[in-house]
Antibody, heavy 118, light 107 residues
Framework: QVQLVQSGAEVKKPGASVKVSCKASGYTFNTYAITWVRQAPGQGLEWMGWISAYNGNTDCAQSVQDRVTMTTDTSTSTAYMELRSLGSDDTAVYYC???????????WGQGTLVTVSS | EIVLTQSPGTLSLSPGERATLSCRASQSVSTYLAWYQQKPGQAPSLLIFSASSRATGIPGRFSGSGSGTDFTLTISRLEPEDFAVYYCQQYGSSPPNFGQGTRLEIK
């Protein structure tokens, strides 16, 4: 069965960076993109971007494109999302999901809470 | 950028009743529209893709319809576990935005 397992919760200070991992199993990793979505406390879903696990192509939201780096490691079927220059408004649960690049996200990770606080 | 507007913001119904949720796009998305359910403390889960196709394991009481700019998610007879927040998302063009969500609460 398809599973996406994310790394654990993080607490960061303003200005720092965070890197969240998403390990996929149960399917051929390089045949789908991985999408990243975040959800601030009590708010809706915000699309951040996707990365193709096949060729590394990416598409990012304008709101984070200058601060985010998405990568994949096909040898371990793991996707990564790094967000730099964190501010308090980056406090959110970050989700990875299988899909993107014209495909709907179908399987989701459990989420990673990132708290930005001084 | 395509904006998705969901209505109503909150829907109060009783178990056994029929729920009708709306998602309107600012421009045509053809049928590149998905619906997700999110329960408190959980990740979203896929209900409907391509506007009207049920995802694997989704009960028949959930149905989606529409094309172009107007879409509907219908739950024919509400079960207690259906009370949650529902989001639509268009995935045909970038950015693949989500709607703001509809909260379905027990009346």
């Amino acid at each position: 069965q398809v599973q996406l397992v994310q790394s654990g919760a993080e607490v960061k200070k303003p200005g720092a960076s965070v890197k969240v991992s998403c390990k996929a199993s149960g399917y051929t990793f390089n045949t789908y993109a991985i999408t990243w979505v975040r959800q601030a406390p009590g708010q809706g879903l915000e699309w951040m971007g996707w990365i193709s696990a096949y060729n590394g192509n990416t598409d990012c939201a304008q709101s984070v494109q200058d601060r985010v780096t998405m990568t994949t490691d096909t040898s371990t079927s793991t996707a990564y999302m790094e967000l730099r220059s964190l501010g308090s408004d980056d406090t959110a649960v970050y989700y990875c999901a299988r899909g993107g690049n014209g495909w709907y996200p179908d399987y989701w990770g459990q989420g990673t809470l990132v708290t930005v606080s001084s | 950028e395509i904006v998705l507007t969901q209505s109503p913001g909150t829907l109060s119904l009783s178990p056994g009743e029929r729920a009708t949720l709306s998602c309107r796009a600012s421009q045509s998305v053809s049928t590149y529209l998905a619906w997700y359910q999110q329960k408190p403390g959980q990740a979203p889960s896929l209900l409907i893709f391509s506007a009207s196709s049920r995802a694997t394991g989704i009960p028949g009481r959930f149905s989606g319809s529409g094309s172009g700019t107007d879409f509907t998610l219908t739950i024919s007879r509400l079960e207690p576990e259906d009370f949650a927040v529902y989001y639509c998302q268009q995935y045909g063009s970038s950015p693949p935005n989500f709607g703001q969500g509809t909260r379905l609460e027990i009346k």
